[in-house]
């Protein structure tokens, strides 16, 4: 949830749309007050963001480097199924690609040992 700075265009303080302005000024919540923040824009205020939403862990999660091995070697159990099952995927069928193949299928073997990585990697070598 941002905080919203909002200016009326006259120094207004009363209630509008469900947010308290005081003198024309008005802080809002990006998601509580949305309806509210878009009658604003349509209707000529100036509405301004003051602090942005935090990140998500989905989003702080995204940001650092793959974990990988001392070797430097893309690293499975730092990655959920989908992650390993692409770069599986990502993999070429020659000689390196089939050697680092087994190389994360062991990894992922010794280790979390998911299925859906064992079963489909190893259909896939």
Do not use: C, W
């Not at 947010?19 to 509210?36: I, L, M, N, Q």
């Not at 995204?62 to 995927?89: I, M, R, T």
């Not at 000689?95 to 896939?124: C, D, H, W, Y």
């Amino acid at each position: 949830m941002a905080e919203i700075q909002v200016t009326a265009p006259q120094p207004v303080t009363a209630d509008i749309a469900g947010v308290s302005f005081r003198k024309g000024e008005a802080t809002a919540d990006s998601v509580r007050d949305r309806r509210a923040l878009s009658y604003f824009r349509r209707h000529g205020y100036t509405v301004e963001t003051v602090r942005p939403e935090p990140k998500t862990k989905a989003k702080a999660k995204a940001d650092p480097k793959p974990p990988q091995d001392p070797n430097g070697s893309f690293d499975p159990s730092g990655h959920d199924v989908p992650e390993v099952l692409a770069y599986l995927d990502s993999l070429s069928e020659d000689e390196a690609g089939q050697a680092e193949r087994e190389r994360v299928l062991a990894a992922e073997a010794e280790g979390k040992n998911r299925k859906t990585i064992t079963e489909k990697g190893g259909a896939s070598s």
